[in-house]
């Protein structure tokens, strides 16, 4: 049986080891697929650290290598190639700290931005953006040659930078257009013409987008057919050539005529054979040789020349083609020479060396110096030549040298304080600011500050003074301490008179003596007396005093009864201090006390009372002093045997006091009197300059006797121990010298000269300060400390000005080249004449150029063009002045001119187009009209400051609040509606308004109530009174107190504990109870906290004045304590400080310097904030007004004229236009209006900055039938490159264009290009493009609103079809509207590594049945297919079926559970399977191959990476 049972165990293993191992054959068999490729590989790790002993290349590094199967998981080596087998070590460079000083990462710079769909492979229509990858190259570099090293070395230190970032690429941008201009009029009247239409550039193509279109379209038009001869020729002038000089003619022979100069001196030689002339006529002809030498502008400074320019006139055909003049009808050739000034630019001589320092001294903290430099001027520029460069400069400097001394140095220094002010912190309006003498408390105190330059032996000399001062006088510049509204002080009460005896032989005292608990300001003089006598008879000096009597004791050792008490005394001398008791021998010693302790059944009594104070201080007939003491009745007797309670008139006692007669006597003193000094003595001995300063002297005051309730007696009366001392030494206060600094140095007179004659005296003046006032007898203060003097009468600056000479002859072109032109034979037609310009001081004396190019005004011309009449000429005289009107705005006026000599009988001369003879305009219009403009400014108080009652202006003065006056602003127009000058409308430019600055109001309260009953009956309680609120603060007013609460805790310990002890004794067997007991402390139930506070009687209204500043302040304590309280402390109570500001500063300059919008404002800061219930700072800090309105003058260029070519019909001409005057009023909305130019006279010539002015340029008349360009386009709106609506980091740019224009259709071919131009710009805007119009007509236009060609995506253009490249045939795919294939909705995108669409798979949609589906479970949910159409059911069609695992009630099915039983079981069985398989006996062959297992633990080298 047993057999069996192990047979039948053993068969299932044996048919498992059956199975694996045909398993493992078959594995041996598949280790190769069926072409052969081996399914084993080699994988490596990571290579680990580098290690080695030295630093450098000699390390090495190791890595894991193991063999996988291509599913992934690890096997043994021997399934690989050991062929193939990767190496597991190499050497490398061993890394070190030091060498990250060698090496470092070397960054390249970032490649272009290249599309993701170049490297995917997936392209599309880019409507927005693409986006892009930027690489660079990044290599770890040797740093002294740049060499490449390894990457693991920089690694080593810092992690590789990255080599590649994403970027964002612009879709590609077309070129946009403008929508085409109306048809132009045909090019001809009659015959065949053209007709154009243009249109301009606003977006350049960027990032190769599709370039410019055509900017002209042409069609043909024919008016109607032509009558006559068509004019087909016609004269074409070309432009000037470069000005030129003429060839010079060969050098004369000997027989040619001599030269201008040599003639000159000829004549001159001749004259004088003639005769001597006299002296004067020397002299005048001397002064004519100068004057034209100076009209010659021969200086090498000038060197002007007069050359010539060339120009061709032609004949051409309408079709372009160049023909003879002769076909040409004409009445005259134009000029084809014309003089002009050879172009020269400036010249300049090399710098000069640099001149010294302006800084002469050596500090690096003083701000450096300057020097400069210059250069002469050679050759100023004629005929356009480039302008001169800078003559001078300058650069910042320090001195150099070793004998630099160093630089002065200056500190701030200060002067005393000032005696303290209390009136700058009360209101305007406070009435107590007129009594300066009545107010106290904290007051301001100033000082001057100033600039000291810091000699050594002044300063030691005043500081030591100051130094020996505040020695003596500590405070001697603190802020003083303001005197106490109220002080109370309190004597100790005296206790009944001992017999105790005064100290003498003759006569005797008794003493009695108090003690100052509570000291007044002033010190203890301000008390009454503390010492009073009476005469006595039996003196003595030494006594016995009671301390205490110890526990009663019973008699003859009883518990209970009558006892005695012992008592405890001291032995005092006659002032109460404590003696040896030795000294007290002959006195009577005090005997034992009778007492009583009550037995448990006597009437028990309590302990006297202590003797109450002496009803009277001393007696007399009528009056005796009494003192009494009480007992009372604690237990009754308990019975039989036991005494009874005593009578109710024996539990008081009363006994006599003050038995002496009311005959007392004390010292009274006066008052201490000055110090005054005494010669006798010194302190403080006199430093070796001086004598002594600080002595002593002495103060007396007056010691009577007085007899209490009858007056002064005879000194004898009182005794003479305790006479207070009616002399004593005081210190003189120290003579104070007064301390002056001295006198500054002497301010500077101006160095540079006083333009015109009438120059004014200026003065210097040096003054000094007061360092310290003088005191207490010492060297009073000079008088002069502000000392003034003329400054020496200044120079008359020379002044420089430009004189122009008279015009030369004017200069034709030389005859040898325009002989053949128009005039040649009259010696006529255009030319140059050129004039000298010197320079002139304003007294007429010749003077450099260079200071007038310096200080003059702008050089005049040196030339203009000029006219030599020929006889066919028209000849017109000067125009006259205009005539005068009639009346202003009413009429017109005239001026005319005439024709002279032969002009007048000339039939072209009489042509009034040509050559008007009058002229006439509007009379000018003197009407004007004034209207505000612009808010209201604040309101402004009058400026200036109020005096106070004493005449002396102090911080604060300034006023606040009141009546004061805001502005608006007034503009003038004139009938034109023109800005004028306001004063044009009789207006000091503001429209005034008075206004109200409301006055702060202040916290008003009420004044204190009466004090309210007491809230206990008996023990302590408290009274209260109180304030209410009569008026808030309104205006910037000083708030209301603030009432704070404190709760404080108890102090001490946390439990409290009472005792007592028996009074009698307990009955037999009974004890006494508890003698002890204890409980916690409870804040304000069994413990209060008690103090005494300062009453808020010191300050009645704390409204304007501080009260207490460092003082003390007590009150007389409302109960009797047996502790002694101290009643005063020093205390700090915080003064309400109000807000201090500075005084308003001048009125700044005008925001605008013209137009309506300028305003000036004026600030003030605050110099000291408010503290406690102090007048807070206004809010208004800053205050504004409108500026008198200005008109806004310029110079702007008016419109260019017609291009204008002289008697022909088409060439190169002229353009002109002209610089004007021009107003508006700075609102920057465009309008202005042309004005008269005398306006702008004060001004610059420049236009928007450009101070070259250009009133001229040459222009192109195209001939008929030529094509050309037409003028350029406005510049564009600056445009950015956006995408999505965010500006990218491109420049904007803004673009102009030229279209071309044809006349003929034959000439189309020759037309030139059309141009455009781009250039950068700021602030560009991003616009977008829409296709508008649906169905017909479709136009794109610009967010903007304009409609364009180009920008809108042709792909996007509503009609076209929209196809996809490659098309979309997966399944579920569309083409969308960028042409790329898309999935349904639905449906996902699955696609391949090249980017591409794959496929689309459907989107699971989890599905919850709702409420109203009652056939569905509310349990389950299910994944439905998308796609299906809504007509076919779930669950019919195909595999859509589902299990429900909950019943109808909501719990789970009993198979549920069975299912869920087997799979447990199902598991179990696989997990056993698989251990039995990998179970393996322990045998020494298979250890190893286990550890051939783990490649990872053989190569692992420490590294923490891996």
Known sequence: MGLGVRGARTAPLCLWRLFLLLCGIWTACSQTTG????????????????????????????????????????????????????????????????????????????????????????????????????????????????????????????????????????????????????????????????????????????????????????????????????????????????????????????????????????????????????????????????RNKLNRLEDELWNVEIGYQSRQVVCVHRNGSTVSLSQCPHWSLPETFQSCLMTKDCVVSEWSVWGSCSKTCSDPSVPQGTRSRSRQLIRLPTGGGSECPQLEESQACEPEGDGVPPCATYAWRTTEWSECRVDALLSQQDRRRGNQTGLCGGGVQSREVYCFQDYAELHSYIYNNKDKQEGQSPNSQMPSVPPLLSIS??????????????????????????????????????????????????????????????????????????????????????EGTEVEKEMCVDEVYPSFVPCVVPCPKDCALSLWTEWSTCSQTCSSKTAEGKQMRTRAILAYNAGEGGSSCPNTSTLQEVRNCNEHPCIMYHWQTGPWGPCVEDTTTSINSSSSAEKSTCTVGVQTRKVICVKVNVGQVPPKKCPEAPRPESVRPCLLPCKRDCIVTPFSEWTECPTSCETGTNAQKNKQFRYRMIIQMSANGGQECPDVLYEEKDCPTPSVCPGYRWKTHKWRKCQLVPWSIRRDSKGAQENCGAGVQTRAISCRQLDGTVADVVQCLKFASSMPVMSQPCQLLCRDDCQLSNWSKFSPCTSDCVGVRTRRRALVGKSKKKDKCKNGQ???????????????????????????????????????????????????????????????????????????????????????????????????????????????????????????????????????????????????????LPKEGEDCPVSMQTEPCLLNRNCFHYSYNITAELREEMADECFLYGGVSSQLPALSLEKKWQMNASCTVECPVNCQLSDWSAWSDCSQTCGLEGKMWRRRTVVEASQGDGRPCPSQMEQWKPCPVRPCYRWQYGPWSECRVEEVVCGVGLRFRNLSCFVSDGSGDGKSSIVEDELCAGLEQAVDGDKNIILEETCTLPCPGDCYLMEWSDWSPCQSVCVKGQRLDFTPVQVRSRAVIAQEPENIAQCPDQEWQSRPCSIGECYEYQWMGSPQPIWCQRSDGINVTGGCPPVLLPGTDQSCDPPCDKPQTFCSEEGVCMCEEGYTEVLTAEGTLEQCTPIPVLEIPTAGDKKSDVKTSRAINTTLPTTVQPGRVGRTWYLQPFGPDGKLKTWVYGVAAGVFVLLVFIVSMIY?????????????????????????DGDVDM
């Open 1476 to 1500: 039995l398989a990998c179970k393996k006996p322990k045998k020494p062959q298979r250890r190893q191959n286990n550890n051939r297992l783990k490649p990872l633990t053989l190569a692992y």
């Open 35 to 290: 072409d052969g490729k081996s399914l084993y590989f080699w994988e490596t790790g990571p290579w680990g650290r580098c290690m080695g002993s030295e630093c450098g290349p000699g390390g090495s590094q190791s890595r894991a290598v193991w063999c996988a199967h291509v599913e992934g998981w690890t096997t043994l080596h021997t399934n690989c190639l050991q062929s193939t087998r990767p190496a597991n070590q190499q050497s490398c460079f061993h890394v070190c700290d030091w060498h990250k000083d060698l090496y470092d990462w070397w960054l390249g710079e970032w490649n272009q931005c290249v599309p993701v769909s170049l490297q995917t492979g997936r392209t599309g229509v880019c409507l927005q953006g693409e986006e892009g990858i930027q690489t660079r190259e990044v290599n770890c570099v040797l740093k002294a040659d740049s060499s490449a090293a390894d990457d693991t070395i920089c690694e080593y230190f810092e992690p590789k930078p990255r080599q590649e970032q994403a970027c964002l690429i612009p879709c590609p941008q077309d070129c946009v257009v403008t929508e085409f201009t109306p048809w132009t009029t045909c090019s001809k009247t009659c015959g065949l013409g053209l007709q154009n239409r243009v249109r301009s550039i606003v977006a350049p193509p960027l990032f190769s987008g599709l370039p410019c279109p055509n900017l002209t379209e042409f069609q043909t038009c024919a008016p109607r057919a032509c009558e006559g001869r068509e004019m087909v020729f016609s004269l074409k002038v070309g432009g000037w050539s470069e000005c030129k000089l003429a060839s010079l003619q060969p050098p004369p022979t000997s027989s040619a005529a001599p030269s201008r100069t040599a003639r000159q001196a000829r004549q001159r030689k001749g004259k004088e054979r003639k005769g001597n002339r006299d002296p004067e006529m020397r002299e005048l002809i001397k002064s004519k040789r100068n």
């Open 489 to 574: 002080y309190e004597i100790s009460a005296s206790k009944p008179v001992n017999v105790l005896f005064c100290k003498g032989t003759t006569l005797s005292f008794k003493f009695r003596r108090r003690t100052i608990t509570n000291y007044p300001t002033g010190g203890e003089g301000n008390c009454p007396h503390l010492v009073e006598a009476i005469p006595c008879d039996d003196p003595s000096c030494f006594s016995w005093q009671l301390v205490k009597l110890e526990e009663c004791i019973p008699e003859e050792d009883m518990d209970c009864g009558e006892g005695t008490q012992t008592p405890q005394v001291r032995c005092i001398n006659s």
């Open 914 to 1064: 040509m050559y008007p003879l009058s002229e006439t305009q509007y009379c000018p219009c003197d009407k004007y009209n004034a209207q505000p403009v612009g808010n209201w400014s604040d309101c402004i108080l009058p400026e200036g400051r109020v005096e106070s009652a004493v005449g002396v202006k102090v911080q604060g003065d300034v006023k606040e609040c009141g009546q004061g006056y805001r502005y608006q602003a007034m503009v003038c127009y004139d009938q034109d509606n023109k800005l004028v000058e306001t004063s044009r409308c009789n207006s000091h430019g503001y429209l005034e308004e008075a206004c109200i600055v409301p006055c702060p109001s202040d916290c008003k309260l009420s004044e204190w109530s009466n004090w309210s009953r007491c809230s206990k009956s008996c023990g302590s309680g408290v009274k209260v009174r109180s304030k209410w609120l009569r008026e808030k603060p309104y205006n910037g007013g000083r708030p209301c107190p603030k009432l704070d609460h404190l709760n404080q805790p108890c102090s001490g310990r946390g439990d409290r504990e009472r005792t007592a002890f028996a009074l009698r």
